[in-house]
């Protein structure tokens, strides 16, 4: 069939044609948005799950639903190779130039780019070893520390107070949150905690791996009372079926019950996998119907696609270590394991493995659903290691 008219769309991000099983999260998120333009009390979201569930898909829907509600949306990923502080500079600095210029009474905007300065100045914030000059000097005193952890919160409240002066609401959006370091997400929970203490109409909507309530709880107690932290995981079969069926009626075409059926087993119900299936059963097809046939001949080139992108460029990052770790786990099936049972297949003693299990947490490819215990963050990822690695 025309792969023009193709309506999956499998990608980091990518909206997919037919967002469902995510309607409580959406619903959560516009009261979340209602209530604060209201200056009402609501506890921030904190999405959660593993790679390929679409977290970051309802994060940018979530943005959509931000803007249309009057919010001014700043939108950052986290990664390891750049500070909290200087992901946040850059968009700060054009907000709040944005609400200078919109007429009213007051300075605080003004004020806002002030206290910006001198935080910048505090924890040496520079872009490309270039620093980032504002036209203005800076307030002393205000959030020019360089103690991260005190500064953040005071330039949140400098930018909230400018935003309700010009009665506009601010929504921080994060994707990635894990990948901060402790410090930098104790501060983001300490200035989030001052906005609601304060009922100023900014916002946190965030997304990370299943570790990151352990990590918000670990670096402030108080993080459950200031964050919800709903589960995003893999959809149901009927969700899963209609994702696939009612974008491909929509244009005309069907799958037949028992391909979807397939489709749904191969891909155990995550959104990411059942775009991959999807498109290139689409493609593959000739005619209306797609059939179990077409989707059987669809998954070869669907897993080699997966293993040279999804997988590999993940595969790639690790050490010879890691992966010996990670093919390990692989091998005592599905599900989560315990670091002794790894340790055994390895033929080492279990506190030898401190380092790797520690390096691979941090690099967000392994997490712990409870004391002990390992499990992947990467859906069908213990399959990929088989494959990559038939041997350990």
């Not at 593959?284 to 669809?298: G, N």
């Not at 390990?328 to 599900?335: D, E, N």
Request: charged fraction near 25%.
């Amino acid at each position: 069939m025309d792969p023009i008219r193709n309506p999956f769309s499998p990608g980091a991000g990518s909206p997919p044609p037919e967002l469902v099983g995510r309607e409580r999260i959406l619903e959560e998120a516009r009261i979340l948005l209602g209530r604060v333009k209201e200056r009402r009390p609501e506890k921030s979201i904190l999405l959660t799950g593993l790679r390929g569930v679409g977290k970051t898909v309802l994060l940018n829907e979530i943005e959509r639903l931000a803007s249309r509600a009057g919010y001014r949306t700043v939108a950052l990923e986290a990664h390891e190779e750049k500070s909290l502080a200087a992901l946040l500079v850059p968009p700060l600095r054009g907000l709040l130039y944005d609400l200078d210029r919109i007429a009213g009474v007051g300075d605080k905007a003004k004020r806002g780019l002030a206290v910006l300065k001198g935080f910048m100045n505090g924890v040496k914030v520079s872009l490309g070893g270039i620093e980032v000059g504002l036209d203005i000097d800076p307030e002393k005193g205000a959030a020019d520390s360089g103690d991260l952890e005190s500064d953040l919160p005071n330039l949140f409240l400098a930018v909230a107070e400018a935003a309700e002066e010009r009665s506009i609401p601010v929504a921080l959006l994060i994707d990635e949150l894990q990948y901060f370091e402790p410090k930098e997400l104790s501060a983001l929970i300490m200035a989030m905690h001052k906005m609601q203490q304060r009922q100023l109409p900014m916002v946190l909507l965030g997304a990370g791996l299943p570790i990151l309530p352990k990590l918000a709880g670990e670096s402030k107690s108080y993080a459950e009372r200031l964050f919800n932290f709903p589960d995003i995981g893999a959809l149901s079969e009927s969700d899963a079926i209609k994702a696939l069926r009612d974008p491909t009626r929509a244009v005309g075409v069907d799958f037949d019950t028992n391909a979807l059926e397939e489709i749904f087993r191969l891909t155990q119900g995550y959104p990411y996998f059942l775009q991959e299936w999807g498109y290139q059963s689409w493609n593959r097809a000739v005619a209306s119907p797609i059939t179990l046939a077409v989707v059987r001949e669809a998954t070869a080139l669907v897993i080699e696609r997966l293993d040279a992108n999804f997988f590999r460029v993940r595969f790639d990052r690790l050490t010879p270590g890691e992966k010996r770790f990670l093919r390990a786990m692989a091998g005592l099936g599905p599900g989560a394991h315990r670091s002794g049972d790894i340790a055994d297949a390895l033929g080492v003693k279990i506190y030898s493995l401190g380092p790797a299990r520690a390096n691979l947490i941090r690099k967000g490819m392994i997490f712990s659903p409870a004391h002990g215990d390992v499990a992947f963050t990467v859906p069908l990822f213990d399959k990929f290691m088989l494959r990559a690695m038939p041997e350990l």
